[in-house]
């Protein structure tokens, strides 16, 4: 087991109105997993994803990391920053790269500011981008890239650091159907060449497919036994 949640639970507030999203939310990764997440919109995918990125804290309930167990909502904020630098990538539909700089200094940012010496940080990304095809581009800007190479920048980006989980959120939202599977050949790769462990929320059955699971929210919990795709 890579990271547990337990009755995970997060309700929105809007006026006098409570809008419950998570109901309880029981869920579990292991090492090296792919697995998606589907359901119409407002069932909390996304905020399930950004309760297991620490980018959100859930009500209630426990978020469990690694064979020690440890429940990560019980770190202090500097503890959380840490983590999610040492153990989570993230991917979002849209890229968010910087525009002033290029490929490879866009992939190089969180190593830098992570105090990583700037020849190694270099090196490393040089390496990452060769990996996702685009080792002919390392000097271009996000302006001069296709929406699909700046989506596999953006992926090369988010493992620099070598998280032990990617979390992605609709990460081919912005995509024809060919960059899509493209991106989706790209991330089995990097599940298959270093273990990763990937968890994608996603409306499109075709890239659900391509996960080991396939699980279905609806109304805040799961509504589906674990599923091999």
Same mark, same amino acid.
């Given at each position: 087991?890579?990271?547990?949640?337990?009755?995970?639970?997060?309700?929105?507030?809007? +006026? @006098?109105?409570?809008?419950?999203?998570?109901?309880?939310?029981?869920?579990?990764?292991? !090492?090296?997993?792919?697995?998606?997440?589907?359901?119409?919109?407002?069932?909390?995918?996304?905020?399930?994803?950004?309760?297991?990125?620490?980018?959100?804290?859930?009500?209630? +309930?426990?978020?469990?990391?690694?064979?020690?167990?440890? $429940?990560?909502?019980?770190?202090?904020?500097?503890?959380?920053?840490?983590?999610?630098?040492?153990?989570?990538?993230?991917?979002?539909?849209?890229?968010?790269?910087?525009?002033?700089?290029?490929?490879?200094?866009?992939? =190089?940012?969180?190593?830098?500011?992570? +105090?990583?010496?700037?020849?190694?940080?270099?090196?490393? !990304?040089?390496?990452?981008?060769?990996?996702?095809?685009?080792?002919?581009?390392?000097?271009?800007?996000? @302006?001069?890239?296709?929406?699909?190479? %700046?989506?596999?920048?953006?992926?090369?980006? @988010?493992?620099?650091?070598?998280?032990?989980?990617?979390?992605?959120?609709?990460?081919? +939202?912005?995509?024809?159907?060919?960059?899509? %599977?493209?991106? =989706?050949?790209?991330?089995? $790769?990097? $599940?298959?060449?270093?273990?990763?462990?990937?968890?994608?929320?996603?409306?499109?059955?075709?890239? !659900?497919?391509? =996960?080991?699971?396939?699980?279905? =929210?609806?109304?805040?919990?799961?509504?589906?036994?674990?599923?091999?795709?």
């Amino acid at each position: 087991m890579l990271i547990r949640t337990e009755s995970l639970t997060k309700t929105y507030h809007k +006026g @006098s109105a409570e809008i419950p999203v998570l109901r309880g939310v029981d869920f579990e990764i292991a !090492a090296g997993e792919m697995v998606a997440i589907t359901g119409a919109s407002g069932v909390g995918k996304s905020t399930l994803l950004h309760a297991l990125g620490t980018l959100e804290k859930p009500d209630s +309930g426990s978020i469990f990391y690694g064979p020690t167990g440890q $429940n990560i909502l019980q770190l202090t904020e500097k503890g959380l920053s840490e983590f999610r630098n040492r153990v989570l990538g993230f991917i979002f539909q849209f890229h968010y790269l910087l525009p002033e700089f290029d490929a490879v200094e866009n992939v =190089m940012m969180p190593a830098l500011i992570s +105090g990583e010496d700037r020849n190694v940080a270099r090196r490393h !990304a040089e390496e990452l981008l060769a990996f996702v095809g685009l080792g002919h581009r390392l000097n271009h800007r996000p @302006s001069e890239l296709s929406g699909g190479e %700046q989506q596999r920048v953006a992926i090369a980006r @988010s493992v620099i650091l070598r998280p032990k989980l990617l979390l992605a959120d609709e990460l081919t +939202g912005n995509l024809d159907s060919k960059n899509s %599977q493209n991106v =989706m050949d790209l991330l089995v $790769n990097l $599940n298959q060449a270093t273990g990763i462990s990937i968890l994608i929320v996603t409306h499109d059955a075709s890239i !659900a497919s391509r =996960m080991h699971r396939v699980l279905t =929210m609806r109304d805040g919990q799961f509504v589906n036994e674990p599923s091999t795709a």
